[in-house]
């Protein structure tokens, strides 16, 4: 979907950006709670959940509730329409997280795009997390980074 010129584009991607570095430093994790079949709410945020790297590969999906969510570490629950039920699984979710901090290397350039992955080393657990960081635009010299880390839990099937 074309969504604009290079500066619409730019102008896009910088709010992303600013976005997703102000949910980080607030430590907020997001949540969609869809009661119901979710009808018409398939998986097809997850194709934008990866992260926006540059302008060229901005999309108004990035900044969807869905989206948001699982960058923050949240979750997308629907299939239920029982309202307090999923509202409950988000404050017992939400209840018990980790804070990891770490020391980014200097950016390339502002608002660049880090791609952030937690391994457990324990079989069958899934660690959620935010999905990745964007380098501050006044910094080359960069501060610590700390991302939450929700309680990891049991992965449903085979591990990966």
Do not use: W
Not at 50 to 61: C, E, F, P
Not at 126 to 135: D, L
């Amino acid at each position: 979907m074309s969504i604009g010129g290079p500066k619409k584009r730019q102008n896009i991607y910088n709010y992303i950006a600013s976005l997703s570095t102000a949910l980080r430093e607030a430590r907020i994790t997001l949540y969609d709670v869809i009661p119901g079949s979710g009808f018409g709410r398939g998986d097809i945020y997850m194709t934008y959940v990866k992260g926006v790297s540059d302008t060229n590969h901005v999309d108004l999906g990035d900044l969807s509730l869905p989206v948001l969510a699982t960058q923050t570490g949240g979750q997308v629950l629907m299939g239920s329409s029982d309202l307090a039920d999923l509202i409950d699984r988000c404050v017992m979710d939400a209840k018990v997280n980790y804070v990891l901090t770490f020391k980014p290397p200097p950016a390339a350039h502002p608002n660049e795009y880090h791609a952030i992955q937690v391994q457990l080393d324990r079989p069958g657990l899934k660690a959620r997390t935010r999905s990745g960081y964007y380098t501050p635009p006044a910094h080359n010299e960069q501060p610590p980074v700390a991302i939450s880390l929700q309680e990891p839990t049991a992965v449903k099937g085979t591990p990966e």
